[in-house]
């Protein structure tokens, strides 16, 4: 049986006639990595919150942990972090003293307290910062301490809220080798909020899109084409030598090809997973050579504006 950590039903957030979030329903499985997708002000970090025990929800319930959001917040709180978007670490303390006062916020012993910092800042490469201001660090290695303190009451889930947001590509490729690690070689669950798609779609082991309130989809990233062929069925790009009459009406005769198209210079056949050796024995048959097979792939962007333009239709 699949263990979540995160589990919502029907939750609502609505301000008025507005709906931040609306009836929401989400599983997040343990040691996942689960993206959080959809434009600014889609409700991603209204549901962070509510989920933190930090924002009431209107309607309906989810738990954390196994714990109720409403009835166990502080249970949450001990068994889950979140890094905001802002940090809201102390630019005027150094890294230990800000780790510190966290850990005497969570009612940490002295000796465990220090302990802990020093685990947390060799996990994220910040040890050699240890007395360094905080506010002289660059965004990434604020982000470095930033990710060490919601780690330092050893948290079952984490919540990063746009992790990655106004980081060079160097710092951008630290942070999510970083969160990788987290999963990998923590143990934790990671739910990240982001709209920069490319970092998710080398991430994340599922997403979840959100626009208006409302969840549009949620798919494991590897069924994520399987999503976008809908009834026209798989594509695969051929480049052929010679294309004959008699050949595409054989082809289109296998069972399992829906349809084929030349358009480009290309060959493109829809058809079902189970078909390509028998496409590629029909080619060689009528004497054409391959020059390329490729199956059309789907980037996260071209789903994302799917749903997104769908939801807005």
């Not at 301490?145 to 106004?166: H, R």
């Not at 399987?226 to 798989?234: D, F, P, W």
């Not at 997973?273 to 060689?284: G, K, L, M, Q, Y």
Request: aromatic share 8%.
């Amino acid at each position: 049986m699949q263990e979540y950590v995160v589990n919502t039903e029907a939750l609502t957030k609505q301000y008025g006639d507005f709906f931040a979030v609306n009836n929401l329903d989400m599983e997040v499985e343990k040691n996942e990595i689960f993206g959080f997708l959809g434009p600014n002000g889609a409700g991603k970090t209204t549901t962070v919150l509510m989920l933190m025990g930090l924002s009431v929800p209107t309607s309906g319930t989810a738990k954390v942990g196994g714990y109720d959001i409403l009835e166990e917040s502080r249970e949450v709180r001990s068994i889950a972090s979140i890094l905001p978007e802002y940090s809201s670490l102390y630019g005027g303390l150094t890294t230990f003293e800000n780790l510190d006062y966290l850990g005497q916020l969570n009612d940490m012993p002295r000796e465990e307290r220090e302990d802990r910092i020093h685990e947390v800042l060799e996990i994220v490469g910040m040890s050699d910062w240890l007395d360094a201001k905080y506010e002289s660090f660059s965004r990434g290695m604020k982000q470095r301490v930033g990710i060490a303190s919601t780690m330092m009451k050893n948290p079952q889930i984490v919540f990063l809220d746009e992790p990655t947001l106004g980081l060079d590509p160097v710092g951008t490729r630290e942070i999510r080798e970083l969160i990788l690690d987290l999963k990998n070689r923590q143990g934790l669950t990671v739910v990240m909020t982001s709209h920069i798609l490319s970092e998710v779609q080398v991430t994340c082991d599922r997403i979840g899109i959100i626009n208006r309130g409302k969840l549009v989809l949620k798919e494991t990233m590897e069924n994520l084409n399987h999503v976008m062929t809908g009834a026209e069925g798989r594509r695969v790009d051929f480049k052929l030598t010679k294309v004959t009459p008699n050949l595409v009406k054989d082809i289109e005769a296998i069972s399992g090809v829906k349809t084929v198209k030349q358009e480009n210079g290309l060959f493109s056949v829809y058809c079902t997973d189970d078909t390509d050796i028998h496409i590629s024995e029909t080619i060689v048959e009528y004497g054409s050579t391959i020059l390329l097979m490729k199956p059309r792939e789907y980037t996260l962007e071209e789903i994302f504006m799917k749903y997104y333009e769908k939801e807005d239709e």
